[in-house]
């Protein structure tokens, strides 16, 4: 029996990919870049199943509660305490579940990276913000000196499209609007050009208006680094927009998956169906 939510291999095209979307590979003789093999959170995220390619864009829709944000934090080996995660999630072919937190500060920030939906949770309310994105640079030592470093940071503010980027970078982040920081985190996500970036509901706290910029920021950034992207949402819309292919999630469960064009106009699970019907996507 496979995975609930995971394409056996008779069920795709010879491309390797459901509904015949290439699936771009990243890791070591051709296999995905992100594996997640029956993932398992105690009983709020019940043995799930997914691929994510080099390049590719998924999505991972569903209510609250239903386990996407514990999926995105067993992959980054953030789970608070008490959780611990079983089964498997290789990235590039490497194990992450159960590695030391050694290993894993080594990859996050580097080959993965996540921008959460709160940016001030992300942000260090005493350091300015030109150091902040300056710092993971330093720790992977992606750039040779804090000179370089301090460039390539304004570099980044700039291409999030942040006004002023020299005085921004001296910034505190209570100086800057929720918009200007969300910015400022994905600049950060993205310094060390990752392999894998998770985003956790990152529009959700923001207007309309500065969603779609920051929307489009995010599509820019992976698509210049052909970077992975797992992004978390509950709102159709931005599902539609975003990613190629689309996981529906519903009490810890992966109930649908497909292309992103596939599940939107012809939904086969209840949950999805419902999910559209509530959205503003049913009358288009």
Known sequence: MSTPGHVPPSQKTPQGHPSGVQRHKGGPEG????????????NLVKGIGFEVGKGERVGLIGESGSGKSLTALSIMGLLPDGL???????LNGRPLLGASERNLSRLRGNEMAMVFQEPMTALNPAMRVGRQVAEPMLVHRTQPDRRAARQAAVALLDAVHLPDPEQTAKAYPHQLSGGQRQRVVLAIALANNPAL???????????VT??????????AGVSERETAL???THDLAVVATVCDRVLVMLDGEIV????THDVLTAPKHEYTQRLLKASDLEAS
């Open 31 to 42: 296999t995905p870049l992100l594996e997640v093999t029956a993932l398992a959170v105690g």
């Open 84 to 90: 611990r995660a079983t089964g498997l999630v290789k």
């Open 197 to 207: 970036l998770i985003c956790d509901e990152p529009t959700t706290a923001l207007d």
């Open 210 to 219: 500065v969603q779609a910029q920051i929307l489009d920021l995010i599509l």
């Open 230 to 232: 797992l992004f978390i």
């Open 256 to 259: 649908e998956a497909g292309s």
